[in-house]
């Protein structure tokens, strides 16, 4: 038996409950891990309070990523001692996820966990963390520099934009942050960005072109901030779009793309190639600053993971929150 979070759907309704889950429910996989420590990523907040269908498997342990030690494995690529950590690939959706003391797995949706980690630092990094890393990956392959002028990150207190603020700080980028909450201003200048505005700047529908003033552009947010976002990128810029905070729509023009050539990079993290995870957790372990990691980072236990979730829906929750399965 093993300490997890177990979603459930049935005649009493939708409920997440912390409870012990024998081993013998652990689904079908080739690796099994002892998970270490897990986090909490705005897709964990809607699956355990239901706000959003994102469960499509019952029952189910929540939780989209972990980092822990093999235990067992019938996989080529890993063995008992390897230290690990998983994003993505539908687990804590489709198949049971991190929010356990256990997890079996297919092996192909593993990666080593850079020497440079510990297991709480990758999960300090989590999904959210892995997702800024590939969004500042595309704006780099499309040739922006840090002297070619501003990047925005918006949705700027969340994990992925205040990992996305110590990277690109830390690449010599001058950051602009967007957040909707002033009082985070000095956290954000911490991590290194240069200026905070007011997200109310960019969250009301605007026009199709704005004032060009962003190089490139981190969007975490979606809707009317990105399409404002878009609008006021300038000539050949680039944006890359990983969230959807404000909303699902997209509401804009061709305008910023067909009159001044930007670029707008759709980032996924779930299904991500190996190569393309292995390349983002190697520019982690070089690029971020695991100093940074402590300011952005909440410790709790896996019992107020359930109260968490609620309050990370609610903007209560700064940067990242990481768990602690064992307690």
């Given amino acids: 038996m093993f300490q997890g979070i177990l979603i459930t759907r049935d005649d009493a309704g939708y409920q997440a409950r912390l409870q012990a889950i024998a081993e013998t429910g652990l689904p079908d996989g080739d690796v099994t891990v002892r998970v270490d420590w897990s986090t909490l990523n705005y897709k964990d907040g809607l699956a355990i309070t239901g706000k959003s269908p994102v469960v499509r ?8 990523d972990f980092a822990g030690v ?12 390897d230290r690990v950590v998983l994003n993505g ?4 959706e489709t198949h049971w996820g991190g929010l356990a003391q256990w997890a079996r797995v297919r092996g192909d949706w593993l990666v080593r966990l850079p020497e440079v980690f510990g297991a709480r630092q990758a999960m300090a990094i989590g999904t959210a963390g892995y997702t800024a890393m590939l969004c500042v990956l595309a704006l780099e392959k499309h040739g922006l520099r840090p002297d070619d002028g501003e990047m925005l990150v918006t949705g700027a207190s969340g994990g992925v934009g205040s990992v996305a603020i110590a990277l690109l700080a830390k690449l010599g980028y001058r950051v602009v942050a967007s957040t909707g909450r002033p009082a985070e201003a000095d956290y954000l200048k911490a991590l290194g960005a240069s200026d905070v505005i007011d997200r109310n700047e960019l969250a009301a529908p605007g026009k199709p072109l704005g004032k060009e003033r962003w190089a490139g552009v981190v969007d975490a947010v979606g809707s009317h901030t990105l399409a404002n976002a878009c ?30 050539g930007v670029t707008l990079y759709g ?14 957790w190697r520019r982690l372990g070089r690029d971020l600053d695991p100093t940074r990691l402590d300011a952005i980072t909440r410790e709790i236990g896996l019992g107020e993971a359930i109260a968490a979730a609620a309050d990370l829906l609610n903007g209560k929750v700064r940067g990242r929150v990481v768990v602690d399965v064992n307690r």
């Fill in 57 to 64: 498997r019952f029952p189910m342990v929540p939780g989209i």
């Fill in 70 to 81: 093999v235990t067992e494995s019938r996989h080529p690529a890993w063995q008992a001692g």
């Fill in 89 to 92: 690939w539908g687990v804590g």
């Fill in 231 to 260: 609008a006021t990128t300038r000539y050949r810029g680039a944006v890359a779009a990983c969230g959807l905070a404000q909303g699902m729509d997209f509401p804009a023009s061709v305008a910023p793309f067909i009159l001044r």
């Fill in 267 to 280: 980032i996924d993290s779930v299904m991500a190639p190996l190569a393309v995870r292995e390349e983002a």
